[in-house]
């Protein structure tokens, strides 16, 4: 319910809006799996955003997924890159 992204829209300001939260839970196996259906849907769409914590879990998960990248040809870029 959120009209944050809406309102910056009608204002002209660039935006866009989270499509998954990688690490609700502080576990690499778990984080693994949100990043591995996020770079499907990145795949799949083009582009996905997602947002999760600055964790040792989920850095260690993001470190660990990195061939997995490579393999896909997924690239991780800041968000500024996909504002519209």
Not at 52 to 64: F, I, K, S
């Amino acid at each position: 319910s959120t009209k944050g992204e809406s309102t910056a829209r009608s204002m002209g300001i660039p935006t866009a809006s989270n499509q998954l939260f990688l690490d609700d839970q502080a576990d690499v196996g778990y984080i693994k799996n949100k990043i591995q259906k996020a770079a499907e849907s990145a795949q799949k769409n083009g582009t996905f955003i997602v947002i999760g914590h600055d964790r040792p879990a989920t850095l260690q998960a993001l470190q660990e997924m990195e061939p997995v990248f490579n393999e896909m040809g997924i690239e991780i870029v800041p968000l500024s890159e996909l504002l519209d």
